[in-house]
């Protein structure tokens, strides 16, 4: 059977019943989709398919035979970060970065499809995704930067501007 | 200090962004083979017969492991800390708790396992289950662990006990008694990252763990310590955490993937599935508080009683510490001269609970905080002037003896009140954590101020 996977056509071994999130993993082991619950509750396998998100653990290989997968190793480089990546980064969208993949390519389907997102079209499109480490906020928020056109991939910096430091208790060594 | 308010970047930030974070399970080792465990599907239960044979004939299967595979069986997580042993890394003669690993076996992929699993032959003679805590001291509350209803070993107490002042006086004294009971109930932690090892043995007769864990150099402690092996031959590799919020403190999968692959002589990888994760992975421990407080209608706090129930599940692992840094923190961040509080580390046949996030203490601050609230309205009075009149400050001595330097109760309620714009009268909005003085130096308050030296009171 033949998919093709951020653009390179791969012949897979696979049985058709097994799920793309296990041929994607084990046997072209393209790792980014992660086996956060393999129920389809998490969110933490999305990848596209023909650039719709889906559940790569619901989804047996034979459903997508000659399918245009993209994860998010299709997408940029640390070298050339897409916009989305750039976001997610500079506002601390990933802190573990275990489902941090799902959100990014659920969020780019998002952008392509609807460039001026507002938040509550981001909140809908990412509603299936689980995060237990941000509180959603700083993702939602990127997300939200990158749809009002607040985000230049090519400006990201390896370090941040340091800013002033605010202090919030008096007598704090901060 | 240049870094403390500075926006850094986080190190690992291009990585996870880019999906090439390696986690334990991205790890690639030609030849791993997959683990899969057979867990009790009882709370509690005697084990009568196990038998692996025709597991261990199956095509594709390479080991089977019990406890009869462990050099040390039982083990326990604070041993190193003189907290006795007291559960098996495989189950034994019974069971305590649904999901509790008895065999694992390591097999060329997950369905072979899986099969493998399915073919150990085992019998049960269940017994009654127990969960309600409250019911631990009870003269006909059966037993569920060797040790008794409570964890018996705090010195020479069956609890962590701490006693201050004159507690009798202060509730004679008081104008009001406040009394409140708070009941937080267990959470699982649920990292995104199930709880995953991969363990490879070397041809130097080392073995390579990745894992999951949080605290890497505990776990190799336990994982050489269930082998009797000394710390070098064990090369950890870690730090690389798909969320763990405490719940990856507990060494769950690394002892038992080292087992097998010692005997298979290959790679192993184990990866729970989520329903592993909510069956068998330790949660944050329901807990039980009940609270007496002796105040004046003026809204001093003079005394406290307080009573902590405990619930570790089946086993001891961290609880006897959590249960102890609770008992710090049992008068919050204010100073009760008077205080009297007993705490009990209760098993019970649900899963063994740990740490999360501030283990031991959410759980008071919830009650104490509450609590204070609870005094405000039924004394009718303000209850941020209830916390800064009560607040630490410096000189005053805590309930387990510590004299306070740098007490941070009153600029912390003050920050607070500002930042949601909380109307405080003038000599409130004005207070500093300075030593005690004037109408703030009430007589209750006096004898345990440390003095102006530095002495204790």
């Known amino acids: ?174 | 200090m240049k870094a403390v308010g500075a926006r850094l970047p986080r190190y690992d930030g291009l990585a996870h962004v880019t999906g090439r974070t390696t986690y334990v399970d991205d790890v690639r080792i030609r030849g791993t083979l997959w683990v899969k465990a057979l867990r009790s599907p009882h709370h509690h239960a005697g084990i009568t017969r196990l038998e692996t044979r025709r597991a261990e004939a199956l095509p594709g299967v390479h080991a089977v492991v019990t406890h009869e595979d462990v050099p040390k069986n039982v083990y326990g997580h604070l041993e190193a800390l003189g907290i006795p042993a007291d559960e098996p890394l495989l189950a034994e003669d019974d069971v305590r708790y649904k999901g509790q690993p008895i065999a694992a076996v390591a097999a060329v992929d997950e369905d072979t396992a899986r099969q493998a699993v399915d073919l150990i032959e085992i019998e049960y003679e269940e017994r009654p289950a127990f969960f309600d805590m409250r019911k631990a001291l009870d003269p006909d509350w059966p037993t569920i662990h060797p040790w008794g209803p409570v964890y018996p070993h705090y010195g020479p107490y069956n609890h962590r006990r701490v006693r201050k002042g004159d507690v009798d006086g202060a509730f004679e004294n008081a104008d009001l008694i406040v009394e409140g009971v708070y009941r937080p109930q267990a959470i699982e932690h649920c990292p995104i990252e199930p709880q995953t090892a991969l363990v490879v043995p070397e041809p130097n007769g080392r073995l390579t763990i990745y894992s999951c864990t949080q605290a890497l150099y505990f776990s190799m402690g336990v994982v050489a310590a269930h082998l009797e092996w000394p710390l070098n031959k064990l090369k950890f590799v870690g730090g690389t955490v798909g969320g763990g919020f405490g719940g990856k403190v507990d060494t769950a999968s690394e002892t038992i993937c080292a087992v097998l692959a010692l005997k298979a002589k290959r790679p192993v990888k184990w990866r729970w599935t989520r329903e592993e994760e909510f069956l068998a992975s330790s949660t944050r421990a329901p807990w039980h508080m009940e609270i007496a407080d002796a105040v004046t209608s003026d809204g001093w706090m003079l005394g406290r009683r307080m009573l902590t129930l405990h619930d570790s599940g089946a086993y001891a692992r961290f609880s006897p510490y959590g249960l102890t840094k609770h008992a710090f923190h049992h008068t919050g961040a204010y100073t009760i001269p008077n205080v009297h509080f007993d705490g009990f580390v209760v098993f019970t046949n649900r899963t063994p609970t740990t740490a999360m996030r501030g283990f031991g203490v959410t759980s008071v601050s919830f009650a104490v905080e509450t609590h204070m609230n609870r005094i405000a309205q039924e004394l009718g009075i303000d209850p941020l002037q209830l916390r800064l009149r009560n607040a630490n400050r410096i000189g005053d001595t805590t309930a387990n003896r510590v004299v306070l330097k740098d007490p941070s109760t009153v600029p912390v309620v003050l920050a607070a009140a500002e930042r949601v714009g909380y109307d405080l009268p003038p000599e409130y909005a004005s207070m500093t954590a300075e030593r005690r003085s004037g109408d703030l130096l009430p007589e209750h308050l006096a004898a345990q101020q440390a003095s102006a030296d530095g002495g204790e009171a």
């Open chain 1, 1 to 174: 059977m033949r998919v093709s996977v951020n653009g390179v056509e791969h012949e897979v071994q696979s049985p058709p019943l097994a799920s793309l999130l296990h041929v994607l993993r084990e046997e072209l082991e393209i790792t980014s989709p992660k086996a956060g619950c393999q129920q389809g509750g998490c969110g933490a396998c999305t990848v596209l398919v023909n650039g719709e998100p889906r559940r790569a653990c619901l989804i047996p290989l034979g459903v997508v035979a000659g399918a245009a997968i993209t994860t998010v190793e299709g997408l940029g480089t640390p070298d050339e970060l897409s916009p989305v990546q750039a976001a997610f980064h500079e506002r601390y969208a990933a802190q573990c970065g275990f489902c941090t993949a799902g959100f990014v390519m659920a969020a780019t389907a998002l952008l392509e499809r609807k460039p001026a997102a507002t938040r509550e079209d981001v909140l809908e499109a990412l509603s299936g995704h689980v995060c237990r480490c941000t509180g959603y906020i700083k993702i939602v928020d990127a997300v939200e930067a990158v749809a009002r056109g607040e985000v230049q991939p090519e400006q990201v910096e390896p370090s941040f501007e340091p800013e002033e430091a605010e202090v919030l208790i008096p007598g704090s060594p901060a």
